[in-house]
């Protein structure tokens, strides 16, 4: 089916939870009907006309919201949903246990596709299974579209293209500090972190996965430099400040790998990635790092044992569908710096990138990035040789999103830094 006998440009696919939710208010808000033609997904029919009627209450430009029923265990539906449109995005997780089908579904409609996921186990599974059919089909399958790992990811690019752009030569090195953000989480969100430790507990392939650097490169590329995260406090000189351990580090590293993997090294196999959370300097920032450090090393640890993660996620994590309030979403913000270190003619040079947003990181940030990741393949925004696979966003979009992101209220820039190691 080519893309003119397609009914829809785009389906967000989970528009009656939070996160779907979100992503179908910002598209309604920001593009008119006539520039986007959208539909809701979802398997609930009264769910999905109470959202759509509160979209068309809201929207001054939207009449109506077209709806289209599916449903995750019924690999059919998600097939006719996937041939009625040019992509995709979709929120609806665990993808470890709901996501697989859909991936298959938009691989055979020819369907490009974008989500949220950070379940590295998962990503893993899907690269194994499904890239050589998605470059076959001409698809993109583009993971991690929201604050796992945009942000990292296209940050990382910024930096790249103008290291290569000003110096003529790669950083050798990209450090990731997400340096202050305010938000809150939702129950779907910390129950895909339950899935993923349930996966590591009970499954070796994703402990394994989780163990390497590099377990999202091609088959036969699982292997480098690059030594992955620390688990204890550091001094960093080039950020001078102390930093901890990130919890994003283990998915976000990983995806800036793939990146560096699928486009064939443009910034060299010697390429390392690393994410830290900056805690200032002298004693009291070397405190913070180690209570940060320390307090992430328990949580991983009870997390890992079946009965306290069970217990956990029963009694402490909010329901999946619960989500953070309009007020933190909208008072919310965040701001990554990514500084890169590299080694030109001249000598050696740091480019210095931020990327950040004045909303929820989790969710009304994470909800612009889907949205616009969506629209990017929509309208062919892409800069990539790739023309289809398992992707990333800055191998399967590249800075064209970045571009959106600005025009959507995002700060996304990089320049020549003076801070030295």
Sequence with gaps: MTDSQRQYDLVVWGATGVAGSLVAEYLTNRYTPEELSLALGGRNRDRLDA??????????????????????????????MAEQT?????????????????????????????????????????????????????????????????????????????AQEEFGAACETVRIYPEQSSGG?????????GELFAAVSN????KQTLQNPYSLAPPGERSGVDPGTHPLPRNDRLHSSWTSPSPMAPVNERIVRRSNA?????????????????????????????????????FTAAMSIDPVRNGIQRYVFPDPGEGPSEE???????????????????????????FGADRDPGYGATAR??????????????????????????????????????????????ETATRTE
């Excluded at 060299?268 to 320390?294: Q, V």
């Excluded at 800069?383 to 800055?394: D, K, M, N």
């Excluded at 191998?395 to 571009?403: H, K, N, T």
């Design 185 to 193: 989480v939702s129950g779907g969100t910390l129950a895909s972190f």
């Design 86 to 162: 040019r992509v995709i995005c979709t929120t609806v997780g665990p993808y470890t246990r709901y996501g697989t089908p859909l991936v298959d579904a938009c691989i055979a409609a020819g369907t490009d596709y974008c989500d949220l996921t950070g379940e590295v186990n998962w990503v893993r599974e899907i690269i194994d299974r499904c890239h050589e059919d998605a470059v076959e089909s001409k698809t993109r399958i583009v993971h991690s579209c929201g604050f796992d790992s945009v942000p990292a990811d296209i940050g990382t690019l910024l930096v790249q293209s103008y």
């Design 369 to 414: 990035m889907l949205g616009e990741a969506g629209v990017c393949l929509v309208r062919g925004e892409v800069e990539s040789p790739l023309s289809g696979g398992v992707v990333t966003p800055a191998s399967g979009i590249g800075l064209p999103l970045a571009d959106r992101l600005r025009d959507a209220g995002f700060t996304a820039t990089v």
């Design 51 to 80: 959202v759509e009627a509160e979209l068309v209450e809201q929207a001054d430009d939207w009449d109506e919201v077209p709806t289209v029923i599916a449903d995750a265990t019924e690999p059919d539906t998600l097939r006719a």
């Design 262 to 298: 699928v486009l064939g090294y443009p910034w060299g196999r010697e390429f390392r990635c690393t994410e830290r959370i900056p805690t200032g300097s002298g004693f009291g920032g070397a405190a913070r790092a180690t209570l940060i450090a320390g307090g992430l090393g328990v």
């Design 203 to 206: 499954d070796p392939l994703a």
């Design 328 to 354: 933190q979403i909208e008072n919310g913000y965040f701001t990554v710096r990514l500084l890169g270190r590299g080694t030109a003619r001249d000598g050696p040079f740091t480019v210095e990138a931020e």
